[in-house]
């Protein structure tokens, strides 16, 4: 986008205008008082925001203990799919490997991501009861293979299954009452891990979804304060870039809660207590999500929990960020190469914008021509501002050009930049995704050849599209100053790509590449004529 700033751009005739027309302007003491009173005020502000008291949440004595809880007498088993294998034990699950994803790029690496594998990591499905004693995390079940099996004193009998479908797990609680009163059971799911994972332009942390919207809350935020929610049904859980381990309580009239506790996370769903007559079944089910944070995956979990299909943030410009990821994979199932389907998606998406990007450079080559005719008016008429814009408004529609009608692609770029940029980071099948040199797309290039190539391009696109600036360019003229300056932005782009995702430099250097074509094809073109 930058190069539509050039020295001949619509941007830099409309900020010489702006320039020439305010040099006679007396300057105001009461507009910079205000200015002065108003950073003074903002700064002050920020300063209190600052060093304002923190609301750090305290955790209370049961919240402590089930973190501290010791279950190392609690038999553990393993439960698996074709998609995951997990670590049952008793109430918990953790060490959810995900079997299709390796944990690096490395070839000899033989590890798979594993979810919830920290030390007093884990995800607890459980339930309350009121009348009678329901098991807890040190309850020692007795192991049947397929279902576990547990009778409390006053002979209610607990048995709990759990399957595997997939990126699902399903815990299912059916309770017998076998005594001669009701008894009241309030299901509840809660996961605690300690490691937090942050990435920049991606929200990480808790997630809840109460009253069928979808909450984030960072750690830094879950840090300093405690979060509540009331909602028919929901979920809880937390999410990484690209992962996400969520626990969905099938009950209704809920409470869903996320804070911190210690140098723990936590988040938990209580529902409301359901009654279980004498003699009477209870069937209570939660379900329990594991997996990548896939479009299609989730999708296709979403049957099963409710709004798990819009856990990803995809920001702003959500609208064009999902189709270029859906476009993405798409050319991903042709080509198999992530790095080739960055280069043919970034192709389409400059043939697409041709039509403007034509009409821009046409209207930056009349501004060209047009310059000479310009600085006469502006010095014809520097002591008569309404003639002066008069004169330039003939000028501009003599030659059928306009100041603003180079900015419209750098605009229509903007969205589709920072669109691509959030779908590459969201993209799992980013992750160790080969291209030539580079093991991970969505990671920074390791030996800086990618930054290098998209500086180096998009000086080569600046100069040819602008064209040298005259050495004897008055020191004072804006449209002089700004080329000046914008010589120096490859180099600071190039600096500033270096840490950003492979993926997305490849896309801006291909997107160079083909702008320096295009310019040649349409210099061509115009020339002919």
Excluded at 182 to 202: L, Q
Excluded at 265 to 293: C, E, H, K, L, Q
Excluded at 453 to 465: D, E, P, R
Excluded at 493 to 505: C, D, E, I, N, R
């Amino acid at each position: 986008m930058v190069k539509y700033l050039d020295n001949n751009s619509g941007f830099n005739m409309w900020n010489a205008n702006k320039t020439a027309s305010s040099n006679d302007k007396p300057k105001s003491r009461l507009g910079n008082f205000l200015w002065w009173g108003i950073l003074f005020l903002g700064t002050w502000w920020l300063f209190s925001m600052w060093n304002a008291p923190k609301n750090v949440p305290v955790p209370t004595d049961t919240e402590s203990a089930i973190i501290a809880t010791d279950v190392s007498n609690v038999p553990a088993h393993e439960i698996s799919g074709n998609k995951i294998t997990a670590n049952a034990q008793g109430l918990r699950v953790s060490n959810i490997a995900l079997n299709d994803f390796a944990a690096s790029a490395k070839a000899d690496d033989n590890a798979c991501v594993t979810l919830l594998g920290g030390d007093g990591d884990f995800i607890e499905v459980g339930l309350n009861a009121t009348g009678t004693t329901a098991p807890d995390a040190k309850t020692v079940w007795q192991d049947t293979g397929d279902t576990m099996r547990w009778r409390n004193v006053d002979g209610v009998v607990f048995t709990r299954s759990i399957t595997v479908d997939g990126y699902l797990i399903t815990v299912t609680d059916t309770v017998e009452n076998k005594t001669k009163h009701e008894i009241s059971f309030a299901p509840y799911a809660r996961i605690v891990r300690g490691d937090k994972s942050n990435s920049a332009g991606v929200a990480t942390g808790a997630i809840t979804n109460s009253n069928s919207k979808v909450h984030y809350v960072d750690w830094n935020k879950m840090s300093k304060k405690s979060y509540a929610y009331s909602t028919t049904n929901g979920f809880v859980g937390f999410a990484d870039q690209y992962w996400e381990t969520i626990a969905a309580v099938q009950s209704p009239d809920q409470t869903i809660r996320a804070k911190s506790i210690g140098n723990k996370y936590m988040t938990d769903a209580s529902a409301a207590a359901i009654r279980v007559a004498p003699n009477d079944t209870g069937v209570f089910t939660t379900t329990i999500f594991a997996g990548p944070r896939d479009q299609r995956v989730l999708d296709a979990a979403a049957t099963t929990i409710g709004g798990l299909d819009e856990t990803i943030d995809y920001g702003w410009f959500w609208f064009l960020a999902r189709p270029m990821l859906w476009a993405l994979n798409i050319l991903n199932s042709f080509v198999m190469n992530y790095g080739v389907a960055i280069i043919l998606l970034t192709i389409l998406l400059r043939l697409l914008m041709w039509p403007l990007t034509r009409k821009s450079y046409t209207s930056s080559i009349a501004m060209q021509k047009m310059q000479p005719e310009l600085q006469r008016i502006q010095k014809l008429y520097a002591n008569d501002k309404a003639r002066l814009q008069l004169e330039m408004m003939n000028l501009y529609k003599t030659h059928k050009t306009s100041p603003m009608s180079g900015c419209l692609p750098m605009l229509i770029q903007i969205p589709i930049f920072f669109a691509l940029y959030k779908a590459l980071l969201v993209s799992v099948q980013m992750r160790n995704a080969h291209f030539l040199w580079i093991n991970d797309l969505a990671a920074m290039d390791p030996y800086f050849i990618l930054p290098i190539l998209m500086g180096a391009t998009m000086w080569l696109q600046q100069y040819i599209q602008s064209g040298r600036m005259r050495k004897d360019a008055p020191k004072n003229d804006a449209m002089a100053a700004t080329a000046r300056m914008m010589k120096w932005l490859p180099i600071i782009f190039a600096v500033m790509f270096a840490w950003m995702p492979a993926g997305l430099v490849l896309y801006w250097t291909v997107s160079n590449m083909f702008g320096i074509l295009q310019t040649y094809i349409i210099k061509k073109q115009l020339n002919k004529k």
